[in-house]
């Protein structure tokens, strides 16, 4: 839960920090990638609408980048595999 009224602090150890990785992502990596958003949302319990409104959500910007890329079958396909395993 976020406090606002907390002091920012340059060193907190609990604040998200973005990593860029050095090598491109493989095709395996890239769907595992995929897989893991959709498993998170399913773990929080979002529906597979919910979470395929996520997908064209720009503000979700991973995620919509997966849409983007490689369209709106293999998103629906992802989130049917994903809920079945």
Known sequence: MSN??????HND?????????DVPMDEA?????AETFVEE?????FSDEDIAGLFHDPFFRATHEILKIEGESYVM????EVRND
């Open 41 to 45: 949302y399913m773990l929080l319990g």
């Open 29 to 33: 990596s890239y769907r595992r990638m």
């Open 4 to 9: 606002p009224d907390k002091e920012f602090s």
């Open 13 to 21: 150890p609990m604040a998200l920090m973005p990593a860029v990785m």
């Open 77 to 80: 396909e992802l989130i049917r």
